[in-house]
């Protein structure tokens, strides 16, 4: 029996806490294969530089999912005609993060073109105004979870208002979003349970998505959702039903399972830096590199999926074509050629050029959201937080490799000022 | 390094005050002269074309930003006038001389003026190349002219013509090439932004050439095409190129002509003999060297990354750095025309093929990447900035022509194409 | 003419920016942090104020660290010395 891979050791939970020191084994090759009981292989990239020039190479795709198989349910009529049908549409109409241009480029401006300053603008100032409602709930508290009663409500009020979606219905899409956040790690997609239980999912989401839909259209709001399902961009990108409710289920998830980590890794890791947590209490214009800081040291996507199109040779290794990819956007970040002293957490690093959002033509759409909303979260936690200690630490970390974060981080404070 | 040493600076361009910097950065802590021709303190010169001329910001606010301290004298207005090595001075237009110990010539270029002075000077025809300039034609457009006539398709020329369309105005651009842009480009890659820029209602004269330019008044009123053809408009921007500014250093016994002013590898400047002058090194559009990426062929390069990247690395050489270490950075630009973005990593020149690596033209968005004897030598970008530095790679590592695989947004066998220099 | 830098008329205090628009991929990120001062217009043509407002420069820094490519780069005359 062979050791396992490093790249098993990722996904091993025992390292969610800190998984950085199996990022260094890996990094020792900048790209390497690593088993994952395929004749193939899945080839991981860990050094800055190789990270960096495969997101931007042609070669690589995003279209990386296997072909839709929905399960099957014994009824003849259903598993011979409705189930292939099924399975067609769902690969039209995949969600953009896992298509190439130039549909996805056209699916994205559409996104793009509702996503706009003014709305983000908007967003901002409403972020401000919800955590303070939100600490306002803890005034008498002497102790709070920085998950329940701020990093998850925050982001995910915040993607209900922007795109449109009812924030009573969270209870229903909450689980939605969870489950289908697991297509991003990477057992997903050859584990035909969760693929099965994604199918359901995606039909349940899907359905009310539709619903949701034929509402805007009938009652256009000045939301997202009403922008995309009653007006072409510029260029006439209008997106179909399919491709509309597949963009919705994304942005929702994206709201859900993301920028919650990037808060709270920020508040723990500012509670194991306490002197920059006391720096950020008296200049809160610190915040802005600070974030930038947290998304190199600590980011909420820890890698992200890909297959190569043709061989690439690079970093002294020739990738095959078809081969599965693992962009270690987390073990980038941490490279010492290009990030000295890569462990400590310095926000005052000037020039950094972090991988915490990905690059090229998947940049995050909601990047510019997830700095307000951190920024918002972070300032408010250094100024009113009253003698914030942590009560666990390492915190109980959520499941995912990918999507990383804590499950719940638990801090007595004094009060909240 | 003595404190008492003098380093001047001719040029108070970007390259200029990038290899002052440089020079301090680097330790050098004598006394540092800038010697500018025009009046005013480091500019940048691509919003001129651009956000200037679309009335975007004022032609003044395009002052840069600099790292330099109050320890600098700025010889401002006041021309160069000669280079008397023997002597270590640097003499100014109004006679003064400036004694130097190390010495950097960034010069740049000026406007190559429409031929007939005369008419040059009729008011409504412009030249643009500085901010005076700029500022000018910002007025003129700014007052609603009938139509504007562009004469020359090259980077500016399209830039000012696109921007035309953006402020609604009628604009007319006539090149005596097959296409705009076909001296950088070739006619083929020429051909599709032509047609980008025809389709947002440029009026697109290729092959045709303006003889004279008619007056009434003293103002223009209308050019007249060589073989007959009359163009109404009441402004006409003169964009024809650079002239580069080297005849201060007649007599300077430096291996010097309109190409630019020769260095070595390292970016010391040559004397007429082909010796390095240790003390005078050379940066920016006036600098003609021998590129390590093409064969060392000598290029004078008109870019601003090459300006900012040479002349940093002439301000370390002129500090210290040891001369061995060759500049070779891989020569790009950007031109932001209308709304189109083009930018390009590599040389052009030579190519006899082109392919689009990825993208398609008839949507105005894709990547040309150019071969030269099966290397690619150079990649194009239009509005796909982010696929370009992949293929730039190509470019510098002097990858097989035409890319071998598939690719996303590529065709399958990509059509080689002639890219119709001439 | 002979003049320092920080006397001149044409180096006022208060910002100054440049963007190297060789780097500049459209990311956009500048627009969402600072729109009055940075916007794309077309795929990726990005325009900028060369010279915002002193009040504006919280906004300003916060465009400079989110550029992806880091191609912003902030000259504040008005703040320390």
Redesign the interface.
């Known amino acids: 029996m062979p050791d396992s891979s490093l790249l098993d050791q990722v996904k091993d939970f025992a390292n969610r806490p800190n998984p950085y020191p199996v990022y260094a084994k890996l990094r020792q090759n900048p790209v390497s294969r690593q088993d994952d009981g395929t004749a193939e292989g899945t080839w991981v990239a860990a050094t800055h530089g190789t990270i960096a020039r495969l997101l931007q190479d042609p070669r690589v795709s995003s279209d990386t999912l296997p072909p839709a198989d929905r399960p099957r349910t014994g009824n003849p009529l259903t598993d011979l005609i409705v189930k292939p049908l099924k399975d067609w549409m769902m690969d039209r109409h995949r969600v953009f993060i896992f298509r190439d241009p130039p549909d996805h480029d056209a699916l994205r401006s559409a996104v793009m073109h509702q996503f706009s300053c003014a709305r983000v603008q908007a967003m901002r100032a409403r972020s401000d105004a919800l955590v303070t409602d939100l600490l306002e709930e803890k005034r008498e508290a002497r102790e709070i979870d920085a998950v329940d009663d701020l990093a998850y409500p925050l982001p995910v009020t915040v993607i209900c208002e922007l795109f449109g979606v009812p924030r009573e219905d969270e209870p229903k899409f909450h689980g939605w979003a969870t489950q289908l956040a697991t297509a991003l790690e990477p057992d997903s997609l050859s584990n035909t349970e969760i693929r099965a239980k994604n199918s359901r999912t995606f039909d349940a989401i899907g359905g009310y998505m539709g619903d949701l839909i034929r509402e805007k259209r009938r009652h256009p709001r000045d939301d997202m959702l009403s922008g995309l399902a009653n007006h072409a961009t510029p260029a006439g990108v209008k997106m179909g039903d399919y491709d509309l409710i597949a963009t919705s289920i994304l942005m929702l998830v994206a709201g859900h399972e993301t920028t919650v980590n990037l808060i709270t890794n920020g508040l723990l890791t500012l509670l194991r830096h306490p002197d920059e947590l006391e720096r950020l209490r008296q200049d809160p214009t610190r915040a802005p590199r600070l974030i930038e800081e947290l998304l190199r040291y600590e980011p909420p996507v820890q890698f992200r999926t890909r297959r190569t199109l043709s061989a690439i040779d690079i970093a002294g290794v020739t990738v095959p074509e078809g081969a599965d990819l693992v962009l270690l956007l987390a073990a980038g970040n941490r490279d010492e050629s290009v990030f000295p002293d890569p462990d400590r957490f310095d926000p005052d690093r000037t020039g950094t050029r972090h991988l915490g959002f990905g690059g090229s033509l998947h940049y995050c759409v909601g990047a510019p959201l997830a700095r307000f909303e951190a920024e918002a979260a972070l300032t408010a936690l250094a100024r009113r937080l009253k003698a914030p200690r942590l009560i666990a630490d390492p915190p109980p970390y959520r499941q995912g490799a990918a999507l990383r974060g804590p499950e719940h981080l638990r801090v007595a404070i004094d009060g909240i000022a | 390094m003595a404190a008492l040493e003098r380093a001047v600076i001719v040029g108070a361009g970007l390259a200029g005050l990038r290899g002052a910097e440089a020079l301090r950065e680097a330790g050098f802590s004598g006394s540092l002269t800038i010697v500018g021709a025009e009046?005013?303190?480091p500019y940048?010169r691509?919003?001129l074309s651009?956000?200037v001329l679309?009335g975007?910001?004022p032609a003044?606010?395009?002052?840069?930003?600099?790292?330099?301290?109050?320890d600098?004298?700025?010889?401002?207005?006041?021309p160069a006038a000669g280079l008397d090595r023997r002597a270590g001075t640097v003499r100014l237009a109004d006679g003064r001389a400036l004694p130097y110990d190390r010495l950097l010539i960034a010069t740049g270029t000026r406007a190559r003026p429409w031929p007939n002075p005369h008419e040059g000077r009729l008011a409504g025809v412009f030249t643009l190349r500085g901010r005076d300039d700029a500022a000018a034609l910002r007025r003129a457009l700014a007052a609603g002219p009938r139509r504007v006539l562009v004469i020359g398709g090259g980077f500016i020329g399209c830039e000012v013509a696109s921007l035309c369309r953006k402020l609604d105005l009628p604009v007319t651009l006539v090149d005596p090439g097959p296409t705009p842009l076909a001296r950088v480009l070739g006619r083929t890659i020429g051909a599709f932004i032509g047609a980008i820029h025809a389709g947002h209602g440029v009026d697109l004269r290729c092959g045709t050439e303006i003889e004279w330019l008619e007056g009434a008044g003293g103002r223009l009123v209308r050019a007249h095409c060589v073989g007959g053809g009359r163009i109404e408009a009441d402004i006409a921007v003169v964009a024809l190129g650079a002239v580069r500014n080297t005849e201060w250093l007649d007599g300077a016994g430096l291996s010097v002509d309109p190409g630019g002013v020769d260095c070595d590898g390292a970016g010391h400047v040559l004397d007429a003999e082909g010796q390095s002058d240790p003390q005078i090194a050379a940066a920016g559009d006036v600098a003609r060297f021998p590129h390590p990426l093409y064969d060392g062929r000598r290029v004078a390069l008109e870019h601003?990354?090459h300006a900012?990247a040479q002349a940093a690395h002439a301000g370390r050489l002129l500090a210290g750095a040891p001369p061995d270490a060759a500049y070779g950075a891989m020569p790009?630009?950007?031109s932001?025309q209308?709304?189109?973005?083009v930018?390009s990593a590599g040389l052009t020149q030579g190519a006899d093929a082109v392919v689009i690596?990825?993208?398609?033209p008839a949507?105005g968005?894709f990547i040309a990447l150019y071969g030269r004897a099966g290397r690619c030598i150079a990649a194009v970008s239009v509005?796909s900035?982010?696929?370009l530095?992949?293929h730039a790679?190509l470019v510098a590592a002097g990858a097989p022509f035409p890319p071998?695989?598939?690719?996303?947004?590529?065709p399958k066998g990509v059509a080689i194409l002639d890219p119709g220099f001439s | 003419m002979s003049t320092r830098a920080d006397a001149s008329p044409g180096s006022p205090p208060g910002l100054r920016v440049s963007v190297d628009l060789n780097l500049c991929q459209a990311y956009a990120q500048c627009c969402y942090a600072a729109p009055r001062h940075f916007r794309i217009e077309g795929h990726e043509a990005l325009f900028y104020d060369p010279a915002p407002a002193a009040q504006d420069r919280d906004d300003i820094e916060r465009a400079r660290v989110a550029c992806p490519v880091q191609a912003i780069r902030v000259e504040d005359r008005g703040r320390g010395a």
Do not use: C, M, Y
């Not at chain 2, 209308?338 to 973005?341: A, M, Q, R």
């Not at chain 2, 690596?357 to 398609?360: K, L, Y």
């Not at chain 2, 071998?404 to 590529?410: H, L, Y």
């Open positions: 009046p005013h303190f940048d691509p919003p651009k956000h679309a975007a910001i003044e606010s395009t002052a840069l930003p600099h790292g330099l301290d109050a600098v004298d700025w010889q401002l207005g006041t601003w990354s900012v790009t630009f950007w932001t209308g709304d189109l973005v930018k690596a990825q993208g398609n949507t968005r509005d900035a982010r696929w530095p992949a790679e071998a695989g598939a690719a996303t947004d590529r």
